[in-house]
């Protein structure tokens, strides 16, 4: 694996960075205003989105495709990282989830005419969508326990179904559901059980029950909601790629959306050490500064050992996934999917703990920082599951 990025990526990086300094970080504060004033899609995000067009910084992450910067995943990574260092700034590039994945699936397996009505305005941004997998009722870490059903009848197929953690449905903006459920629940294969299908957000049927905080917050940056389907009818054309090809699809979309995470992870990380610092520095206890005691210097010399042991394990999943494909790098994107969450996890819980009272109020954004990288210890699959994938596929050298 080569190192040394490229030059056009140097580039794409310095004016990543430079707009990040020009509009994201100013506008920290306003976000955060607008967020405490019950606005939880703050207008500063819609107001930023036609700059960051402007300046050609938009729809980033789409691999290897003429309909966005034509960038591998390997390129993408420094840039999704820089991106992460604010939680909410994704969206103003239109790199964010749910979307990323959405359209990476429309953009593989979506009809020309599903992707003229939906994938043409999330790539112009003009409307957010919503990826409808996980289920209250199951223990859906195993998506074989779906129970969700889609039935054909005639010439549609009907949808009946209760989800949660649905991510982006109560955005207003949210037009467009992709959702997994079983088509064939008595297949002896129960992989082939399942299959996606498109649903637009005002067909008669669905609904958004509530919104569902993430310790106490509305959102990480997303907010995810609990929705049902009530014999919701779509037409045949709607079926993604044919019936029982849900986790075919699944795997295609939750691979890049897991190493996006865990790129993005690694800029919160990287800001959380560099608020660590800059506090212990500032602060002064028992005669000596906070940053001059041997646990914080332990813990800050861990924190950069961790961010760059996770970092290089992301740059090289995705130098796999670029050269071997998704299927072969499964336990490399494994191994980020526990390796970087768990690291933020620590690096931020250290940068609270420096803070002292301050860190666990909102004041420095670093509670919702844990709370988002807590959550991805759970989200696009359990550290249990990936952990499990990982110590199979290491023992199956020993057959």
């Not at 970080?25 to 205003?33: I, K, L, M, S, V």
């Not at 840039?79 to 260092?85: D, V």
Request: aromatic content about 8%; charged content about 25%.
């Amino acid at each position: 694996m080569e190192f040394e990025f490229s030059t056009k990526v140097k580039e794409l990086q310095k004016r990543v960075s430079a707009f990040m300094d020009e509009h994201i970080y100013p506008n920290e504060g306003r976000y955060h205003q607008e967020l405490s004033a019950g606005n939880y899609w703050p207008e500063v995000i819609e107001e930023l989105k036609p700059k960051a067009r402007v300046a050609g910084l938009w729809n980033l992450f789409l691999p290897q495709s003429e309909l966005g910067a034509g960038l591998t995943n390997l390129e993408y990574a420094p840039l999704c990282e820089i991106m992460g260092r604010v939680l909410w700034s994704p969206e103003v590039f239109n790199c964010s989830a749910p979307d990323t994945g959405n359209m990476e699936v429309l953009t593989r397996y979506g009809s020309p005419e599903i992707q003229k009505q939906w994938l043409t305005p999330l790539l112009a941004g003009k409307i957010r969508s919503c990826f409808a997998m996980t289920e209250p009722a199951v223990a859906s870490s195993d998506a074989t326990n779906i129970q969700s059903s889609i039935v054909r009848d005639g010439d549609h197929y009907v949808i009946n179904g209760r989800k949660w953690f649905s991510s982006g449905a109560p955005d207003p903006r949210c037009k467009v559901f992709i959702f997994m459920g079983k088509t064939d629940p008595e297949n002896a294969d129960k992989h082939k059980q399942q299959s996606m299908i498109v649903v637009p957000m005002e067909t008669p049927g669905v609904s958004v029950v509530r919104s569902l905080p993430v310790f106490g917050f509305p959102g990480a940056p997303d907010v995810t909601g609990e929705t049902l389907f009530e014999n919701v009818r779509v037409p045949l054309g709607n079926m993604l790629l044919g019936e029982g090809r849900g986790f075919e699809i699944a795997q295609g979309r939750l691979g890049p959306g897991r190493i996006h995470h865990c790129m993005r992870v690694i800029g919160v990380a990287e800001r959380a050490l560099e608020a660590m610092c800059k506090r212990t520095r500032s602060r002064v206890a028992f005669g000596k500064p906070i940053s001059e005691q041997t646990v914080t210097l332990e813990r800050i010399a861990e924190s950069r050992i961790m961010i760059d042991q996770a970092r290089l394990l992301v740059l090289r999943a995705a130098w796999m996934m670029d050269t071997v494909g998704n299927k072969v790098a499964r336990k490399e994107i494994a191994m980020i999917k526990v390796a970087a969450p768990n690291m933020a996890c620590r690096v931020i819980d250290w940068a609270i703990q420096a803070h002292g009272g301050g860190g666990i109020t909102d004041d420095f954004g670093l509670a919702l920082a844990y709370a988002n990288a807590r959550l991805l210890r759970i989200a696009d699959g359990p550290d249990e599951v990936h952990r499990n994938q990982i110590g199979k596929l290491e023992l199956a050298k020993y057959k």
